[in-house]
T-cell receptor, first 111, second 112 residues
């Protein structure tokens, strides 16, 4: 699976959009981009995933660049409950079907 | 409620004792996983199972064992061979391994 690079920490004001970047420059054509988050001392929670096209669900939007070497997770209106560690994971669709987690980005939403 | 249940939430054991962590899911998922998390770090894969009666070693399998006799259950045994067993252990499942994974709330194991 391709390696990902994320900033270790970010701050965001409550009510503003949180934009979390992820670099995956070695991604290959059959690898998906997944985002999970982990609130302190809880199990990770799935947020969204995509292959090429931008994706949106009730939690967030995922923007993948045309060359697929980077992506951005957007939380449109961050709340205090969005304070968590956010993991960007790149994974092939078949083969070893387990997620490989990096260190993630610690997002602190400020009141 | 459908979901993944890990028990207990906190577990204490003496050094040298084997201990088994429970993971049960009622989501009818084929794939199940065990991860370990140390303070301030990401999750590391211990074992995973794509189907009943089959499992594969992950990145840090040494000192751990698993079984998958039933679809809904994937217990993890931390043996005395595991040098640093104190950690937060997370179990997950997914429909077939290709879709998103759902995680339990974890078991925090402390070995003294």
């Amino acid at each position: 699976d391709a390696k990902t690079t994320q900033p270790p920490s970010m701050d965001c004001a409550e009510g503003r959009a949180a934009n979390l970047p992820c670099n995956h420059s070695t991604i290959s054509g059959n690898e998906y981009v997944y985002w999970y988050r982990q609130i302190h001392s809880q199990g990770p929670q799935y947020i969204i995933h995509g292959l090429k096209n931008n994706e949106t669900n009730e939690m967030a939007s995922l923007i993948i660049t045309e060359d697929r070497k980077s992506s951005t997770l957007i939380l449109p209106h961050a709340t205090l409950r969005d304070t968590a560690v956010y993991y960007c994971i790149v994974r092939v669709g078949t083969g070893r079907r387990a997620l490989t987690f990096g260190s993630g980005t610690r997002l602190q939403v400020q009141p | 409620d459908g979901g993944i249940t890990q028990s207990p939430k906190y577990l204490f054991r003496k050094e040298g004792q084997n201990v088994t962590l429970s993971c049960e899911q009622n989501l009818n998922h084929d794939a199940m996983y065990w991860y370990r998390q140390d303070p301030g770090q990401g999750l590391r894969l211990i074992y995973y199972s794509q189907i009943v009666n089959d499992f594969q070693k992950g990145d840090i399998a040494e000192g751990y064992s698993v079984s998958r006799e039933k679809k809904e259950s994937f217990p993890l045994t931390v043996t005395s061979a595991q040098k640093n067993p104190t950690a937060f252990y997370l179990c997950a499942s997914s429909i077939d391994g290709d879709t998103e994974a759902f995680f339990g709330q974890g078991t925090r194991l402390t070995v003294v």
